[in-house]
């Protein structure tokens, strides 16, 4: 944890540095959450309407839709299920692709699980033939995100389609797709014919919702029954269940933003080529940049003038790098100038 995530403190200055959405929530959101009642928040929320709404606009049944608190809670979920050692006391396996979200080792190990790294490629290109390799009798669940973080690179649906095919019986591929409003791509049109993959879906990105907590997971029924059986009940509040309805019901907001984010790269691109830096073209709404030894002293420098930035240069395959949010274009412009002003003060 920095400095600037301390409670109290991470409104301080401009957040590029956790792939938020810099401009918040939709303002039908806000008016939303004035509406619950004093009797709404006395009582254990239904939110069958927010399911059925949910997977409306996924375009599934409600029946191939979990909600969780967070897309975290899916991913917790989906560990306990899959990585737990068994009866007979075998160690289960998570095929980890690098660089990857921390959050899947994380509960891999916590669970008592076995964590199989795979290591990049150069390029950050999807390394399937090295995860085919890794799928063994012992794996419980092969993690990727597409598009992934923090690279921003879109992994190809037929190597989705080529892990799912090698996994085990009782395994199952868990793509998390909470980028996947700003590639435009998703694996959902296939999941009846792949019913060993889970989706995970956030509205913390795209819909700003990331402080009310509110995801999905979206599978075959009787995949996802081990995670029903595994979230609490009544994991969503009464304030999510209602500020997602709200935010489904605006996506000429979410247009919007996704327009902005799509221009803000472009600014970063043009910057990173004006300061001969180099970078990934990116799927999602953040961008990868090579800034070789001066990651530290960059981010730690943009931090005193009030934007942060999120060093990666630790996490396999991203030595000297740092990922920086795109959204609001005033803000990108705002944490470029920052960017040039610290790298031109540094020669």
Not at 57 to 73: I, K, S, T
Not at 99 to 121: K, Q
Not at 146 to 161: D, K, L, Y
Request: charged content about 20%; glycine content about 8%; hydrophobic content about 45%.
């Amino acid at each position: 944890m920095t400095d600037y995530d301390k409670p109290g403190e991470w409104y301080a200055g401009l957040r590029l540095h956790q792939n938020e959405n810099t401009g918040g929530c939709s303002p039908r959101v806000l008016e939303a959450l004035k509406s619950i009642t004093a009797e709404q928040m006395a009582v254990y929320p239904p939110y069958q309407g927010t399911v059925d709404a949910c997977a409306r606009h996924f375009g599934v049944d409600p029946a191939r839709l979990l909600l969780v608190n967070g897309l975290d809670e899916g991913i917790l979920a989906v560990a306990i299920a899959h990585l737990r050692p068994t009866s007979e006391g075998v160690v289960r396996e998570a095929i980890i692709p690098e660089p990857a979200f921390e959050i899947f080792a994380f509960d891999a190990e916590v669970l008592g699980g076995r964590v199989v790294c795979v290591a990049p490629r150069p390029n950050f290109d999807f390394a399937l033939d090295e995860v085919l390799a890794a799928v063994g009798p012992k794996t419980g669940v092969v993690f990727i995100t597409n598009p992934n973080n923090p690279t921003g690179v879109s992994v190809p649906a037929e190597a989705i389609r080529a892990v799912s095919r090698r996994l085990p019986k009782g395994a199952v591929l868990f793509v998390d797709e909470a980028y996947s409003d700003f590639s435009g791509q998703t694996f959902l049109p296939e999941l009846a014919h792949f019913p060993n993959v889970i989706v995970g879906k956030t509205f913390s990105k795209a819909y700003g919702l990331a402080g009310i907590r509110i995801g999905a997971v979206i599978g075959d029924p009787a995949t996802l029954e081990p995670l029903r059986r595994t979230v609490p009940v009544y994991s969503i509040n009464v304030a999510a269940s209602v500020a997602l309805l709200a935010a489904l019901e605006d996506q000429e907001y979410v247009r919007n933003y996704l327009r902005q984010v799509k221009e803000s790269k472009a600014l970063v691109y043009a910057a990173c080529d004006r300061l001969g830096l180099s970078y990934w073209p990116s799927a999602a709404n953040f961008v990868l940049v090579k800034v070789g030894d001066r990651a530290q002293a960059l981010v730690e420098g943009a931090a005193t003038r009030g934007i942060y930035l999120r060093d990666r240069s630790k996490e396999p395959g991203c030595d000297g790098c740092i990922r920086i949010t795109t959204g609001i274009v005033e803000h990108t412009r705002r944490g470029l100038a920052v960017i040039e002003e610290v790298l031109c003060a540094a020669r």
